[in-house]
């Protein structure tokens, strides 16, 4: 297993280059100047040498790919050129709520999916087979951002009053106040690797809350992510479900089920405990599969709650030519990409020893 | 029950001559004119391709065209006459948006808008894959391993944050979204030909075909590609699924179509502070782009059952 795992590493290398080269390559292609580009028609030319001095655009191209390489290692990746922050620290801000939504729409893509996909496949060609399997279409082709909009009416207008009712936006009520852990454990002077953690805790409100044991604030930021969550994961819920019907389907036509069943073993169990745990790793690879879209679904919906996450800011910084903060979040999120995917695999094997061969 | 079986062995065997007497093709037509999903999503599709021909008769209104009455106001709600609505007021299948246009004729152009970003990207895309992976399979070696090396790490982004980090390198518009949405699903195809090459490229028939001296262009797309054909356009139609979806995210966030264009993603994303007091503005384009998207996802479904040696039972 450890072998397995090694291995995988060491053929991420590559890939994490690559990835290292496209985010490097994306500012060496924008069109025109890209001291124009980023600090105005009107910079002048001394404000462009320094511009130019100061990101090493006179030096030759691999000399340059060298140095990003290099400062990406280090944890620098570089300043905003609206702002002058250190995009570290923007990253610090913005990604924690990226995660946290993704990690709740996860949930409940993977618990509701399956949950619909074990009972359609029981209740194969029932009713509520073709319903779940109808809903799961649906689901699959719906544009989250519009999910997420038609949520936002109907759980916080039409059920307003109910107790059913949803904060439309927002991450935490406003008035509400969570200090950052920086300031609640008395760490302000931390510095480096110890800040840019702290500060990523911070962020990350629902872990924040709990660790101050503010209660009121978790429950208060879990409402605000409910229908976000929903709208991110319901794609990947109908996909979860189509494939947990097929494969258990599959698994409950072969022999060994119908000897568990002819031993006189209750049918509950005989689903549970047979059917389900050999249904599980086709479903775990299309987990793995969904968290691209996942994240590309948090991304967008961000917008529509108004989240501040990795989407806003990106959109922000396309809009204000902020290429380093796009091209930070990029980076991150890819390399966010493959550690997920790597997980998946290690855990495909893990439930498969199968493929620990190959 | 007795007599019923002769006859309905007989009805087997005639259908089994009358499906050996045909083309492959028409054999596979057949399966998919007689699969349920692909009939709904040939059905749904035929539908809206009708809708983009003929928007210009369909659609009452320009797109772009202002509707100014005493009694309307911005954002009005649709007013179907039929359905009990003041006869002495347009009618308005789906009422007026925030800039007094009619959101119906707007929905309709925008299904030609749709139907051509998604053939258009998925079209660019599977030439451009299907040749880098034919030419990765036909010629492995270092071809191979740097073709298919660059397409991993392509997939190692999510496809719609690679799209938008390339929108933020050409810059915001429809064409520039257009070429991002293209180029992240470019890996896909070339995956999808390159193991169709593999799979063929030793077989008798081909080597028999080097042997009497063809040449290695006609050998690949005479001999090796047409066998590439299946899996691609079953791989293509769920794919334009996905590029619709994705180039209308990109809209919606700002990033793609530019205001006045009936795009669905760009009218969704213009109207979205709309959701609370007008709500049909965000209903109706959303619902439009779903079922576009279910459209090609069904008729994607069905061509893989019909297509898939392995599935038919």
Redo the contacts between chains.
């Keep these: 297993m450890l072998r397995f795992v090694l291995r995988r590493l060491v053929l991420l290398m590559?890939?994490m280059m690559?990835?290292l080269?496209?985010?490097f390559t994306?500012?060496r292609?924008?069109?025109g100047d890209p001291c124009k580009v980023m600090l105005g028609e009107r910079a002048t030319e001394a404000k462009c040498a320094a511009f130019r001095e100061r990101f090493g655009l006179d030096d030759p191209i691999p000399v340059q790919f060298v140095r990003y390489v290099g400062s990406v290692l280090q944890g620098d990746l570089g300043t905003s050129i609206k702002t002058g922050r250190p995009v570290v620290e923007v990253v610090a801000e913005r990604l924690p709520m990226t995660l946290e939504l993704t990690l709740c729409a996860t949930l409940f893509a993977v618990s509701f999916g399956v949950l619909l996909g074990v009972i359609s496949a029981v209740k194969h060609n029932s009713l509520v087979d073709v319903g779940a399997m109808v809903l799961a279409?649906?689901g699959?082709?719906?544009?989250?951002?519009?999910?997420g909009?038609?949520l936002?009416?109907v759980f916080?207008?039409a059920l307003r009053g109910t107790p059913f009712q949803l904060p439309?936006s927002g991450r935490l009520t406003p008035g509400t106040d969570l200090p950052s852990l920086l300031k609640a454990w008395g760490l302000e002077d931390a510095q480096g690797v110890a800040r840019f953690a702290l500060l990523l805790l911070s962020n990350t409100v629902l872990l924040n809350a709990a660790l101050q044991g503010r209660w009121d604030v978790f429950l208060d930021a879990l409402r605000h992510l409910i229908l976000p969550a929903v709208a991110v994961g319901t794609i990947s819920l109908a996909v979860i479900a189509r494939m947990t019907r097929g494969a258990m389907l599959d698994v409950m036509a072969q022999e060994f089920v119908r000897t568990a069943r002819a031993k006189g073993l209750a049918e509950q169990w005989v689903v549970l405990r047979h059917v389900l745990r050999n249904a599980l790793v086709p479903v775990v690879t299309v987990v793995g599969l969904q968290?691209?879209?996942l994240?590309?679904g948090a991304?967008?919906t961000e917008?529509?709650f108004s989240l501040p996450g990795v989407?806003t800011q990106?959109?922000d910084?396309?809009?204000a030519r902020d290429?380093p903060v796009?091209?930070a979040f990029?980076l991150i999120?890819?390399l966010i990409?493959?550690v997920i995917n790597l997980i998946v695999d290690v855990s495909y094997a893990f439930l498969d020893p199968r493929i620990r061969l190959h | 029950m007795a007599e019923l079986a002769p006859a309905r062995a007989e009805a087997s065997a005639l259908r089994v001559s009358a499906e050996r007497g045909r083309s492959p093709l028409a054999r596979a037509l057949r399966r998919l004119l007689q699969n349920r999903s692909a009939q709904l999503g040939m059905s749904i599709l035929a539908a809206l391709v009708f809708v983009a021909v003929f928007a210009d008769v369909i659609a009452p209104y320009a797109y772009d065209q202002q509707i100014r009455q005493p009694g309307l106001r911005r954002r009005s709600p649709p007013c179907i006459h039929v359905l009990g609505c003041d006869p002495s007021k347009p009618q308005l299948l789906m009422g007026l948006d925030s800039n007094f246009r009619d959101l119906f004729s707007r929905v309709v152009y925008g299904a030609r808008l749709s139907l051509q970003i998604g053939f258009v990207t998925t079209g660019v895309a599977v030439v451009i894959g299907a040749l880098l992976g034919a030419v990765a399979g036909y010629l492995g070696g270092w071809a191979d391993a740097l073709i298919m090396?660059?397409m991993?790490?392509?997939l190692?982004?999510?496809?719609?944050?690679?799209a938008?980090?390339?929108?933020?390198?050409?810059?915001?518009g429809l064409i520039n979204t257009l070429i991002a949405v293209a180029i992240v699903s470019i890996p896909v195809y070339a995956r999808v030909v390159r193991a169709s090459v593999l799979s063929v490229k030793e077989m008798d028939y081909v080597l028999a075909s080097r042997a009497l001296g063809a040449s290695d262009v006609r050998i690949l797309f005479v001999r090796i590609l047409p066998n590439a054909l299946t899996p691609l356009v079953v791989v293509a139609a769920l794919g334009i699924?996905t590029a619709i979806?994705d180039a209308?995210?990109l809209s919606?966030?700002?990033?793609g179509a530019q205001p006045p264009t009936p795009e669905w993603?760009l009218m969704?994303?213009e109207e979205?502070n709309s959701?609370?007091n007008a709500?049909h503005l965000?209903?109706f384009?959303?619902?439009a782009?779903?079922?576009t998207?279910?459209g090609f996802?069904?008729l994607g479904d069905g061509l893989r059952d019909a297509l898939d040696p392995r599935r038919r039972v």
């Design positions: 590559p890939v690559g990835i080269l496209v985010t994306l500012l292609l924008i069109p279409n649906l699959v082709s719906m544009p989250v951002f519009w999910l909009l038609m936002a009416y916080a207008l439309p968290v691209g879209s994240l590309s991304v967008l917008t529509v989407g990106m959109v910084a396309i809009i290429y796009v091209q990029t999120i890819a990409f493959v | 090396r660059a991993d790490v392509l190692a982004f999510p496809s719609l944050l690679l938008i980090a390339i929108v933020s390198v050409l810059g915001t699924a979806l209308a995210g919606f966030l700002g990033l993603g969704l994303g979205r959701v609370f709500p965000v209903f384009p959303g619902a782009i779903m079922l998207v279910l996802n069904l």
